[in-house]
């Protein structure tokens, strides 16, 4: 790895973060401190007490990652050091997605860092002056600042139906459709950063990468967090964010700056984000060589280029296995979005396939967003039913009935079925 600025001092708070009690305490209570940066602090929490904390209630998991919010299990599915949203109880949720209900993806744990120590180093040799360029907090703070509402996706999000419906083994954390949430995000255009910093013309490649700690898997240690990310992209769409929801960013979604890189696999949006190589050459990473690309019989020797852009989805916001009664109206909710263009329909069955009528839509397609619907359903007949959902969207862009395999199980866009009973 080339040599770097040291990252920013961490707070020590950091080891509260590791603990398997924090999310136990995580929002539940709060300590002030007369900092400069607290009033940008998101709620941390408390300080141990001397003696070892009680047991966690029943809805909090025993096995919790590091991860700082509280995950109640009607919220979320704890899977390693990630937190799965429960797609299934969306319904009660509106276009944006709360924090506390908002999916975490932790490679290790989340390093809680203080916005008064933090600073961004901007080197490599795309910049004209060659020399390491920072900016703090606060001058970050200071650049106009722009607001859009952005999906963040994990590229395995939908990852666990190529075993269960395709019978086809992955690798990878065994999401269903929950490693997904929309934002307001609020912050500062990484192109007005780069043009501040003195970004060369020639520059094609930056390197964003994270504060938290390196990634160690099989014994092998990655080096910290960090994917490529092509110029071209970065001044398109891309957004320094220090707020989520209208919040300052919380600490599981990179407090106290992360990158937003619209439509595209969740793994380009770096959090707790730490220094930027900008080069004049391609650059790579474990993130965009060895992971992030397209292995398998239907892809090329050695994979495909690194992904990018994500797919389109659509699922119903229902338990799997839920009971339906037979002879009365259900309203089925659901919720539908594409990486890229605006939803256009959402068509629904709920005899397995055999026939499909379009769903009521509830906001406008958006582009980056997703849409609510919704479809009536009178079942008749008591047993087993298989519920699906397919969306189209602007650019002709159809879930297809299977999804093209790939060994670590990303992108998947096929229909999802969804098992009920009617009793
Ligand atoms: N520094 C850092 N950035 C990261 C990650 C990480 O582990 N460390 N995970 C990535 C992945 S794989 C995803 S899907 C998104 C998840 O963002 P969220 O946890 O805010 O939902 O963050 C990305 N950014
Ligand atoms: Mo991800």
Redesign the pocket.
Known sequence: MPNSPAPARRSVLKVLAAAPAVSALGGLATVTTASAAAAHAPARPAAPAATAPAAPAPAVPLAAPGIVKALPAAHFTVRST?AEARFDGFGDTGLLTPVDR???????TTPVLDAADWRLTLWGDGLHGRSPVHFTYGQLRDLPSVTRTAL?????NGRSYYTSQQGEPVTGTAWTLG?V?AARWRGVRLADVLRRAGIARDAVDLLP????DP?VSGGIDYG???RPLPVAKAFDDVILAYEMNGEPLPY???HPV??VVPSW?????????GDIEVSTRPLSSPWSTDWYRLFGDAHPAGGSAPISRQTLKSGYQLPFGATLEAGRVHRLTGRAWSAHAPVRTVEVSTDGGAHWRRAHLHDIPRRDGWVRWSTPWLPRVTGPATLLSRTTDAAGNTQPERAVHNTQGYLFNAVVRHPVTVA
């Open positions: 990630n908002f999916f975490v993806r932790n490679h290790t963040i996706e994990c590229a395995g490693a949430g990468r994270g504060l938290d990634y910290r967090v960090r599981d979604h990179g992360r990158l696999v969740g793994i380009a949006s770096i959090k707790w984000l």
